[in-house]
Antibody
């Protein structure tokens, strides 16, 4: 089955670092772009950025540039989203998604990782 | 950034009746390649979103034909011809024409 596998939840403290993963299953991760989307509690969807896993080219929304880093490990079919120093305001669900044509939006979504940042 | 304004923000519909949602863009979404990159997503409570429509009116595989999309300039509409119980949740529009890509705030649908 073609799917994107994400861990269910993470709990961290402010100032800590974190990397969450998105593992492509049933297909080669290099074949499609992967996009990350944030959904804060009770709020809407926000487009964070994307990576082309074939060459690791990344683009970030200005709202997230410098705050997160998207990377790829093709050897294990996985894309990552990394924070070097978390804030309480990073508390949200983070979805990864596959796009056939980047501009057409995500056609295959992961189940999301719920991140809670609290002291 | 392109602002997408959705209306209404909340809608209560009767089973079997039609429903429509509006998404107005602050700019033209016609891209230089001739495509208009406006998509619609549905998110049920506690679930991931699902794309229903891309490029204004193209239905995704498996999406019932009671869902349809249309446009009039910078105004876009998603229509459900006959609402079913499984249609509850939030509906988001998204534009992929201008960087950064943006979502609308969503329309919440409840069943009467």
């Amino acid at each position: 089955e073609v799917q994107l596998v994400q861990a269910g939840a993470e709990v961290k403290k402010p100032g800590e670092s974190l990397t969450i993963s998105c593992k492509a299953s049933g297909y080669n991760v290099s074949d499609y772009h992967i996009t990350w989307v944030r959904q804060m509690p009770g709020k809407g969807l926000e487009w964070m950025g994307r990576v082309d896993p074939s060459d690791s080219w990344t683009d970030y929304s200005p709202s997230f540039e410098g705050r997160v880093t998207i990377s790829t490990d093709k050897s294990i079919n996985t894309v990552y989203l990394h924070w070097s120093s978390l804030k309480a305001s990073d508390t949200a669900t983070y979805f990864c998604g596959r796009t056939h044509d980047l501009r057409e939006g995500i056609h295959l979504w992961g189940r999301g990782t719920l991140l809670t940042v609290s002291s | 950034d392109v602002v997408l304004t959705q209306s209404p923000l909340s809608l209560t519909v009767t089973l079997g009746q039609p429903a429509s949602f509006s998404c107005k863009s602050s700019q033209s979404l016609l891209y230089s390649d001739g495509n208009t990159y406006l998509s619609w997503f549905h998110q049920r409570p506690g679930q991931s979103p699902r794309r229903l429509i891309y490029n204004v009116f193209n239905r995704d595989s498996g999406v019932p034909d009671r869902f349809s999309g249309s446009e009039s300039g910078t105004d876009f509409t998603l229509r459900i011809s006959r609402v079913e119980a499984e249609d509850v949740g939030l509906y988001y529009c998204m534009q992929g024409t201008h960087w950064p890509f943006t979502f609308g705030p969503g329309t919440k649908v409840e069943i009467k």
